[in-house]
């Protein structure tokens, strides 16, 4: 396969109520699905409503988002901040130990190993930024039903971020649906799921020791590996049967 470009990556700089949060490098695209994602991931949004308005300034790099109740940043910037691993380097407010206080996984469905290997095949068809250019990360939102929504992006936890900010957008129940993301599933990629509310994680590639524990407190199966004929169950709560 020819690869017809680069990956693109652009400082975009987050403002909340006339604060600046921080600078993000992020593919430049779907960036409204990621302020709300990111917003609802770190617990400054719990639904879109919260957000009474939102200016996105391309040329600039710049997102300003008001919020409709406001938020105490004095106690935002005591927050000690955690740097994620991987390209496109982000940063999160949560630690292990303010994720395992999160709500825990109740939904319960069964869906089998062939139907994942199934959907992430079709899941890496609808990556066409990576198709093109390489090197670029994808996120998936998978309905138990069959349907996708794909998002993509230079980081993983950014796409990640994108297809939550859809949801949130689309007002979705996280009953029955999955992601699937292209990356490593560390304990920030686990706590975003876990705050939406996903029962069931995967992967392509690994999932750290630190999220599959972290999975075990909060009853969500995950699954590494994803591909060809094979994949890797780290969690035993048997909502993906071979």
Known sequence: MIKKGCPEEYPITLHLNNNEIATFQLTNNDLEDWAYGYLFSEGFITTKSDISHI????EKGIIKVEL?????????????????????RGVTFFS??????????????????????????????????????GG???????HKDGDIIVREDIGRHNAVDKVIGYAVRNNLDPKGLILLTTGRISYEMLSKAAKFGFSVV????????????????????????????MSTIYTDFNRVVD
């Open 96 to 133: 292990m130990t303010d994720v395992k206080g999160f709500n825990k996984a109740e939904t319960y469905f069964q869906i089998s190993k062939q139907f994942l290997l199934k959907k992430i095949h079709e899941f890496s068809l609808s990556c066409q930024m990576y198709l093109e250019t």
């Open 136 to 142: 670029m990360h994808g996120a998936c939102i998978l």
């Open 202 to 229: 995967g992967s392509r590639t690994a999932a750290t020791m630190q999220a599959v524990q972290l999975a075990r407190v909060l009853n969500i199966e995950v699954i590494g590996y994803i591909r060809g004929r």
């Open 55 to 58: 200016q996105l300034d391309q």
């Open 68 to 88: 409709e109740k406001g938020f105490d940043s004095d106690v935002f910037f005591d927050k000690k901040k955690h740097y994620t691993a991987g390209c496109g």
